[in-house]
């Protein structure tokens, strides 16, 4: 191992003409990719490429909820498991849930819960499954973002869907959606997800500290960065249901069809998926 | 990406879907004097009224519906039948068209039994009851159950039926539509591969226009198709 202390002293997060480290601009994002609906079995799904995070989302229900007494007569569960596959970190990660994980499952679970219509659907539970494939920081927003197109996907009703994205502070400047080594060596890192339509914030956790003015600052980035997200789900969804169309007398298409890449990348030339830092 | 010709426009969840003096329907939901979509659907407005008709989701039983279920389990005096739906539907033993003496279900349904019933009611904790007084409901045996979106019901049955009415004339066979988006069909075996056929496409492009006429030429193709070379 190298001695980390060392690194911080020499890595030099934004250089000298106001680049991070992967050459983008302070208030700009990584590449995004989105894909609605890649999942056979499940109810509703989306996949995500957000740099260098690979997720997977799926939604199942309204359901029975099981087991009985978790059952709401009231309304619906909003239940998330957010899980990253051993193999999606560099150090193998042990598979389960952790501390963290089901940190994350219940701030997201909650996040969608006030989106979601749960009245329509008293003693049932909605079911958000965000597997991490590959992680690059920015995970949550990520599956939060990609669970949100998988749900609206699946038909559940609900009051807008929710884009999500992180903001930060690497050598003193306020920086929208941190990679990997941002967050690492970096000085705060302030994840929020809004409902883009009305602007309330559905969820926010930090780590480190911002000063006021910064995470005013941190905070506009986000929502900012939210709307163009917000944009590039709504085309996913679009493209999804464009595609039942022209493919219309296969009777049952083979395994889900890799669909073009299309104009799916948003305003970045990116020179590589996964960034200049490479996994 | 939108606007294909045939290809009705799509609404996501949250869009704008109607302005003030529009009422919202099912599908949609109302904030500040706006109506907005609450799923992923097709945009209908009718006599003040937007609906979103959402192209996925599940079955949610309301009284009267028709649908098909399979037996699951049986108490002594109720089976309890799987309607694809996120609720458990018992049907009581008084609701069938059989007398059953208590703690005899086993003779008339057994568990794995396709039936044929009706929705008796659902109360505001949407507890179901079936029933299988209605004339039509019975004990499906033979043919084929197949499963579509029920969101794409109404299509396959079409105004007043006539898609169904079609598909059951151009290829001869039983067709019960269920709400809950199981169908069950009986014919010929070349028959029933047909009529499943011309349902899968009706369920893919169920936002298209022009639907009748391309379920007419794909019945009339394969029907041709299966006949020609064959030895009759």
């Known amino acids: ?279 | 990406m939108q606007g294909t010709e045939g290809l009705r426009p799509i609404v996501i969840p949250g869009e704008a879907v109607g302005g003030p003096g529009l009422k919202p329907g099912p599908g949609t939901y109302s904030e500040s004097g706006q109506v907005f979509a609450a799923q992923l659907g097709i945009r209908t407005e009718r006599d003040g009224l937007v609906t979103v008709i959402p192209l996925n989701g599940r079955y949610l039983p309301e009284r009267g519906d028709a649908v098909i279920g399979e037996v699951v389990d049986l108490g002594p005096s109720h089976w309890l039948v799987d309607i694809n739906s996120p609720y458990p539907a018992p049907l009581h033993a008084t609701e069938s068209p059989w007398r059953v003496e208590f703690g005899d279900t086993a003779r008339y349904l057994k568990a794995g039994d396709v039936i044929m019933c009706h929705v008796l009611s659902v109360d505001e904790i949407k507890r179901v009851q079936l029933t299988m007084s209605e004339r039509e409901a019975r004990r499906l045996t033979g043919g084929m159950v197949m499963e579509i979106s029920p969101t794409k019901v109404p299509r396959v049955i079409g105004k007043q039926g006539s898609m169904v009415s079609l598909i059951k004339e151009l290829t001869h066979c039983q067709i019960y539509v269920g709400q809950n988006g199981r169908i069950w069909l009986d014919g010929t075996d070349r028959d029933t591969a047909i009529a499943a056929r011309a349902i899968r496409l009706i369920e893919e492009r169920a936002q298209a226009f022009g639907l009748t006429e391309a379920v007419r030429e794909l019945i009339e193709r394969a029907r041709q198709e299966t006949r020609g070379p064959g030895p009759s």
């Open chain 1, 1 to 279: 191992m190298e001695d980390i202390e060392h690194i911080q002293k020499e890595m030099k997060l934004i250089d000298g003409k106001g680049r991070r480290l992967d050459g983008r601009k302070p208030d700009e994002l990584r590449p995004v990719r989105i894909e609605a609906g890649v999942l056979r079995r499940a109810d509703g799904s989306a996949y995500m490429e957000w740099g260098g995070n690979k997720v997977l989302a799926a939604v199942y229900g309204p359901r029975e909820a099981h087991p009985r007494h978790l059952q709401d007569p009231a309304r619906a569960l909003v239940q998330c498991r957010y899980n990253m596959a051993p193999f999606s970190v560099t150090d193998r990660k042990r598979p389960g849930p952790d501390r963290r994980s089901v940190e994350i499952s219940k701030v997201i679970s909650e996040a969608f819960s006030s989106v979601v219509f749960k009245e329509q659907f008293p003693r049932t539970s909605v079911d958000i499954f965000i597997e991490v494939l590959q992680a690059d920081a920015g995970t949550r927003c990520a599956g939060l973002t990609a669970a949100s197109v998988a749900l609206a996907d699946a038909g559940v009703p609900m009051r807008d869907l929710v884009a999500s994205c992180a903001s930060g502070k690497i050598d003193g400047v306020v920086c929208l959606d941190l990679n990997k080594d941002e967050d690492n060596f970096g000085d705060a890192d302030c994840p929020m997800a809004v409902i883009p339509r009305t602007g309330e914030i559905v969820l926010l956790q930090m780590d480190g500290h911002l000063t006021y003015d910064e995470f005013q600052k941190a905070m506009s980035l986000s929502l900012g960065a939210a709307q163009r997200l917000y944009e590039l789900q709504r085309d996913a969804l679009r493209r999804r249901y464009a595609v039942t169309l022209q493919d219309i007398l296969k009777e049952s298409p083979p395994a889900p069809m890799v669909a073009g890449p299309a104009e799916s990348e948003p305003e970045l030339p990116a020179e590589d998926d996964f960034g200049s830092e490479g996994i």
